[in-house]
């Protein structure tokens, strides 16, 4: 069983709509959860971070944290085509800082 | 300019040779990493760096070799013993050298390895 699953898409949006991304994770004693953009042919940049149950936003980004479910979740208000990347979920386990990714969704948004 | 710089950005390697990637920090960060990513996967980590002079294998680490003689340098060796080693290497750092479990990890722009 992967440790962190999403799914591959692509997930199609249309420009100005709602993207809603989602994760979830084999290890219950993970306490942090990280939603990375990743460009083709480029690494990955950091986008959210976040510890506690609930919803934390930032700007247009709002991650999702419900541990008794195992799930964590971003949502993209406003989507824009600038937008379309691969999103790539992760998680830190182990005693160690070691983060365990996800394969990543790709989100297309379409004008 | 600060960062996390990362060379070369294309490298090709013959069957049989040892090649090494270059990973360099200036963030002062005391945690180094590298991942390597194949299309379509995740990222899987090779290996860490938590302290200078100290590093520690992670999941995929056979064919590989690293070192830490300097808190900003941590270079990837990727020897013959590898045995598909064409992919996307990237390089990593966290500012913490402990494991604090929430630690961002940022990471530099990427070798892209093919052998011929």
């Known amino acids: 069983q992967k440790e962190v699953e999403q799914n591959s898409g692509p997930l199609s949006v249309p420009e100005g709509a709602i993207a809603s991304l989602n994760c979830t994770y084999s290890?219950?004693?993970?306490?942090?959860f990280f939603w990375y953009r990743q460009y083709s042919g480029k690494s990955p940049e950091l986008i959210m971070s976040i510890y506690s149950n609930g919803d934390k936003e930032d700007g247009r980004f709002t991650a999702q944290l419900n541990k008794a479910s195992q799930y964590v979740s971003l949502l993209i208000r406003d989507s824009q085509p600038s937008d379309s990347a691969t999103y790539l979920c992760a998680t830190i386990s182990g005693g160690y800082n070691k983060l365990i990714f996800g394969a990543g969704t790709r989100l297309a948004v379409h004008p | 300019d600060g960062g996390i710089t990362q060379s070369p950005k294309y490298l090709f390697r013959k069957e049989g040779q040892n090649v090494t990637l270059s990973c360099e920090q200036n963030?002062?960060?005391?945690?180094m990493y590298w991942y390597r990513q194949d299309p379509g996967q995740g990222l899987r980590l090779i290996y860490y760096?938590?302290?200078?002079?100290?590093?520690q294998k992670g999941d995929i680490a056979e064919g590989y070799s690293v070192s830490r003689e300097k808190k900003e340098s941590f270079p990837l060796t990727v020897t013959s013993a590898q045995k598909n080693p064409t992919a996307f290497y990237l390089c990593?750092?966290?500012?913490?050298?402990?494991?604090?479990?929430?630690?961002?990890?940022?990471f530099g722009p990427g070798t892209r390895l093919t052998v011929l």
């Open positions: 760096s938590q302290i200078v002079n100290d590093f």
């Open positions: 963030l002062n960060h005391d945690a």
């Open positions: 290890d219950r004693v993970s306490q942090s």
């Open positions: 990593a750092t966290s500012p913490s050298g402990r494991a604090k479990g929430t630690d961002t990890q940022y």
